[in-house]
């Protein structure tokens, strides 16, 4: 089990930049997927990133790929989101995510699988 606290949201320019961290603690965190969702105003939740702690291996949706870096520092126990060059559709409240990979595993991508969830942060991108 897993607990997580994520920050970082605030309101930024068009074309400005955001750092989401998220504090994770708990036991054989090296074990986890690590996701970074987000929940547009009226829209369901939909995946931004993730990464295998053990490995670093990172996943992206195609929109955010080039724009959004997903990384972890392993001595502080936090996962990162970098999100340049932001656009006002990307004002949304962001969570970060675990998912301990068990049998059937359907991948870093589903929500699903995902089982720890942090409070939110909220992202505000003006125009």
């Known amino acids: 089990q897993v607990h997580l606290v994520d920050s970082g949201g605030g309101l930024v320019q068009a074309g400005g930049s955001l750092r989401l961290s998220c504090i994770v603690s708990?036991?054989?965190?090296?074990?986890?997927?690590m996701g970074w969702f987000r929940q547009p105003p009226g829209k369901e939740r939909e995946f931004v990133s993730a990464?295998?702690?053990?490995?670093?291996?990172?996943y992206y949706t195609d929109s955010m790929e080039g724009r959004f870096t997903i990384s972890r520092d392993n001595s502080a126990n936090t996962v990162y989101l970098q999100m340049n060059s932001l656009k006002p559709e990307d004002t949304a409240v962001y969570y970060c995510?675990?998912?301990?990979?068990?049998?059937?595993?359907?991948?870093?991508?589903?929500?699903?699988?995902?089982?720890?969830w942090g409070q939110g942060a909220q992202v505000t991108v003006s125009s």
């Open positions: 995510a675990a998912a301990l990979p068990v049998t059937r595993w359907l991948g870093p991508y589903n929500i699903k699988e995902y089982d720890y």
């Open positions: 708990g036991r054989d965190i090296g074990e986890y997927f």
């Open positions: 990464i295998e702690w053990s490995s670093g291996k990172t």
